[in-house]
């Protein structure tokens, strides 16, 4: 980690520069890709999962029978973790539901909003090295719960064709009876359009790696809602002298262990923490099976000491970093005053792994300083907002005149004159 010892503010912005994550030298070859795709549909589909996943596919949804084998070669204790999540991301998410509530605006005026589940939603789960059974949690769940009619879920198979086990037990759990053998841009492009096989949705949720990325960005411009856009994990880690060494390291190397794109910050205001932790994460990160990703992704992280938690909170806003662990004094004052983050972890004892798995908060978050505008996937993202509004011929005739006068302002006679012919009869 590149270590910074009280940067100027008007360093902090290359400071806090971000790995490139400029996926646009790969849209030429991903937008002949999604073109196939669109137009030969299964066929395009097989023929690219051979390519680019090793699997000559002849039936690419996933059987029942599959299905049933996976759910039996998860182990017990596997099985009661995922459903002790399902549980807390359940419960978290269900709260989210907010009543209808009619509002008159003036007598006779009422206004109202109603939440609908989106029908058609995709499901993009990464498999490979590390195949994220969590995400079907965090995705599933709460489309389930808004209600959403058709839910299709895609994953990336084996050579031999096969899904790992806990990612189709997961997907049985929560309900989820479409799972297609398709990963990468073949995926996406299949549920932006529809196949034969594949139906197509409406909006695409999930993370991937940057051909994912493209794929989501390139069909997001007119064919299909996406959940937000995406870069390498990033965690920041603010940890003043009450913090614990040890556990702000392996707060920094649970996101560093996700690929060497990947970026941590340790912002500190006490050089003996800073010298701790930087001897923490040299001790665990050799410690770790995927310690090159982690070790790479390192080379571009930073620990920088600053004076104060002002200057640590203004810095952390400045980054609005995907997750957020406030190891400092006086947490609550210090939280409330944090503006741009996708999480927050607060106190010594909620590592970033808690909201990964099981505490019921969902982990797909904004990355790369998105959390300056987006929030994370939560039940909203799953729902339209409806308006709906009812005005009596009384009402009508009190707030015709401001509509007469306002539309004969904007030059549209015909607005006006909507309003005019109920008031005249």
Same mark, same amino acid.
């Given at each position: 980690?590149?270590?910074?010892?009280?940067?100027?503010?008007?360093?902090?912005?290359?400071?806090?520069?971000?790995?490139?994550?400029?996926?646009?030298?790969?849209?030429?070859?991903?937008?002949?890709?999604?073109?196939?795709?669109?137009?030969?549909?299964?066929?395009?589909?097989?023929?690219?999962?051979?390519?680019?996943?090793g699997y000559d596919a002849q039936v690419v949804q996933v059987s029942q029978e599959e299905i049933d084998r996976a759910c039996m070669a998860v182990s017990n204790e596997l099985k009661q973790a995922i459903i002790t999540a399902r549980h807390n991301v359940e419960k978290f998410h269900s709260a989210q539901h907010l009543a209808v509530k009619k509002i008159v605006t003036q007598?006779?005026?009422?206004?109202?909003?109603?939440?609908?589940?989106?029908?058609?939603?995709?499901?993009?789960?990464?498999? *490979?090295?590390?195949?994220? !059974?969590?995400?079907?949690?965090?995705? /599933? =769940?709460? @489309?389930?719960?808004? +209600?959403?009619?058709? %839910?299709?879920?895609?994953?990336?198979?084996?050579?031999?064709?096969?899904?790992?086990?806990?990612?189709?037990?997961?997907?049985?759990?929560? *309900?989820?009876?479409?799972? !297609?053998?398709?990963?990468?841009?073949? /995926? =996406?492009? @299949?549920?932006?359009? +529809?196949?034969?096989? %594949?139906?197509?949705?409406?909006?695409?949720?999930?993370?991937?790696?940057?051909?994912?990325?493209?794929?989501?960005?390139?069909?997001?411009?007119?064919?299909?809602?996406?959940?937000?856009?995406?870069?390498?994990?990033? =965690?920041?880690?603010?940890?003043?002298?009450?913090?614990?060494?040890?556990?702000?390291?392996?707060?920094?190397?649970?996101?560093?262990?996700?690929?060497?794109?990947?970026?941590?910050?340790?912002?500190?205001?006490?050089?003996?923490?800073?010298?701790?932790?930087?001897?923490?994460?040299?001790?665990?990160?050799?410690?770790?099976?995927?310690?090159?990703?982690?070790?790479?992704?390192?080379?571009?992280?930073?620990?920088?000491?600053?004076?104060?938690?002002?200057?640590?909170?203004?810095?952390?806003?400045?980054?609005?970093?995907?997750?957020?662990?406030?190891?400092?004094?006086?947490?609550?004052?210090?939280?409330?005053?944090?503006?741009?983050?996708?999480?927050?972890?607060?106190?010594?004892?909620?590592?970033?792994?808690?909201?990964?798995?099981?505490?019921?908060?969902?982990?797909?978050?904004?990355?790369?300083?998105?959390?300056?505008?987006?929030?994370?996937?939560?039940?909203?993202?799953?729902?339209?907002?409806?308006?709906?509004?009812?005005?009596?011929?009384?009402?009508?005739?009190?707030?015709?005149?401001?509509?007469?006068?306002?539309?004969?302002?904007?030059?549209?006679?015909?607005?006006?004159?909507?309003?005019?012919?109920?008031?005249?009869?």
């Amino acid at each position: 980690m590149q270590i910074s010892i009280r940067p100027a503010v008007d360093q902090w912005s290359e400071l806090l520069r971000r790995p490139n994550i400029d996926v646009s030298d790969l849209f030429g070859m991903v937008q002949e890709v999604l073109n196939h795709i669109r137009t030969d549909g299964d066929a395009a589909v097989r023929r690219y999962t051979a390519k680019f996943d090793g699997y000559d596919a002849q039936v690419v949804q996933v059987s029942q029978e599959e299905i049933d084998r996976a759910c039996m070669a998860v182990s017990n204790e596997l099985k009661q973790a995922i459903i002790t999540a399902r549980h807390n991301v359940e419960k978290f998410h269900s709260a989210q539901h907010l009543a209808v509530k009619k509002i008159v605006t003036q007598p006779g005026v009422t206004c109202w909003q109603k939440s609908v589940g989106i029908e058609k939603v995709g499901l993009y789960i990464p498999g *490979g090295t590390a195949p994220l !059974f969590s995400t079907v949690l965090m995705l /599933a =769940v709460p @489309a389930k719960i808004a +209600g959403c009619k058709e %839910i299709v879920l895609c994953t990336p198979p084996d050579k031999e064709g096969n899904i790992h086990p806990a990612i189709l037990y997961t997907a049985s759990l929560v *309900g989820v009876h479409k799972v !297609f053998k398709v990963g990468g841009i073949q /995926a =996406v492009g @299949a549920m932006a359009y +529809g196949t034969e096989s %594949i139906p197509k949705v409406y909006k695409i949720f999930g993370p991937g790696n940057r051909y994912v990325t493209a794929a989501k960005q390139l069909v997001s411009l007119r064919d299909v809602a996406i959940d937000m856009p995406a870069g390498p994990s990033e =965690v920041l880690v603010m940890a003043d002298n009450s913090a614990n060494a040890a556990f702000v390291a392996s707060d920094l190397l649970s996101q560093a262990e996700h690929g060497a794109d990947s970026q941590v910050i340790l912002v500190t205001n006490s050089e003996d923490m800073l010298n701790n932790v930087m001897a923490e994460v040299k001790v665990q990160v050799a410690r770790l099976p995927r310690e090159e990703a982690a070790t790479k992704a390192l080379t571009h992280s930073r620990a920088i000491l600053l004076d104060t938690v002002e200057e640590m909170v203004a810095l952390s806003n400045a980054y609005a970093p995907e997750h957020l662990i406030l190891s400092v004094k006086d947490v609550h004052r210090v939280a409330e005053r944090i503006v741009n983050a996708g999480s927050v972890f607060m106190g010594n004892y909620t590592p970033e792994s808690a909201g990964d798995y099981a505490s019921g908060t969902n982990h797909t978050l904004p990355t790369h300083g998105y959390a300056t505008a987006y929030s994370g996937v939560n039940l909203d993202s799953y729902i339209r907002k409806i308006t709906f509004q009812e005005i009596t011929r009384d009402g009508l005739m009190k707030l015709g005149p401001v509509i007469e006068t306002m539309a004969a302002a904007e030059l549209l006679e015909a607005h006006k004159n909507a309003v005019t012919l109920r008031l005249n009869s």
